[in-house]
């Protein structure tokens, strides 16, 4: 077993999933100058049918076109227009970098790669990004991000607590998910604090993406196992609550026996999108 001071580059495999054969020599040889190696990743189907419309790649929605060196501040701009960035297997990590960085995995979490991967590009000095698809991801029945498809399946212990609390499986996974993005949300927001006012605008608008966007969810949950309902003050920061939701935070002991009341409410919500969809479609 190799120690910290042997270690040159370090990357991740997920247990499911493989390299292609020329993954390790390819992200070397491109290493040079550059704390991260990004590379692509293609879909494997096994047992599972491919959908009949494929979604680009996350580096494919990106507008580089060729292999190249970019600094992380280009990233970042990028970045924050897309509103969303998750990295932790497709490519490789200077280990000293990483280490210096002490960039980490939140404990407990879904969707972990979403803050491990926007921490480490961010404090990269340079990232290459090579435009070979190295990485194969493995989509399967009831792997780990789609185990609650299947009901006699158990959910991981350090999450009973969430679980235990929801009488349906589907929605407590949904609030896991909601409450996995918003604690990333906060400790992105710690970070930004730190950085050049540039730098922070960019944080910004890349939290008003994804993270805010499944962070407002748990207004919607009918309970709250975590108390999260407390800290979701820290969202007047990013985006604009509407009044009901206001209410909910001036009053948040109130959060779980006021279900019913926002049932209906979001009951009205949705009724109201139809109509409005149904109008328009006359219309046209």
């Not at 495999?13 to 590379?39: E, H, N, P, R, T």
């Not at 609650?148 to 399946?153: A, G, P, R, W």
């Not at 927001?189 to 962070?215: N, P």
């Amino acid at each position: 077993m190799p120690t910290p001071s042997q270690i040159d580059w370090i990357c991740f495999l997920d247990s499911d999933d493989m390299w292609q054969s020329a993954f390790l020599q390819k992200c070397l040889q491109y290493s040079a100058g550059a704390d991260v190696v990004w590379c692509d990743y293609e879909c494997y189907y096994d047992n599972v049918a491919q959908p009949s419309e494929v979604y680009p790649t996350l580096q494919e929605s990106y507008s580089y076109t060729d292999s190249m060196l970019i600094s992380s501040s280009q990233w970042l701009e990028d970045s924050a227009e897309r509103g969303s960035f998750y990295w932790a297997w497709s490519g490789i990590i200077d280990f000293a970098f990483l280490c210096k960085k002490q960039v980490y995995f939140l404990d407990f979490a879904l969707h972990e790669d979403h803050n491990f991967g926007t921490l480490l590009f961010i404090q990269a000095s340079h990232i290459f990004v090579l435009k070979e698809k190295l990485y194969l991801y493995r989509i399967r029945p009831n792997s780990i991000c789609n185990f609650t498809q299947n009901k006699n399946l158990t959910y991981p212990a350090y999450v009973a607590k969430v679980y235990q609390a929801f009488s349906n499986q589907s929605v407590a996974r949904e609030y896991y998910r909601s409450a996995s993005l918003f604690l990333q949300l906060e400790e992105l927001h710690c970070f930004k604090q730190k950085q050049s006012s540039q730098v922070q605008a960019h944080i910004t608008k890349l939290i008003q993406g994804t993270y805010c966007c499944f962070s407002l969810r748990l207004f919607e949950t009918p309970k709250d196992p975590l108390k999260l309902i407390y800290r979701l003050s820290l969202l007047n920061e990013y985006v604009r609550l509407k009044p009901a939701r206001k209410l909910i935070l001036a009053f948040p002991q109130y959060f779980e026996i006021s279900y019913p009341l926002r049932a209906f409410g979001f009951y009205l919500k949705s009724l109201e999108r139809r109509i409005r969809h149904t109008l328009k479609k006359k219309k046209a």
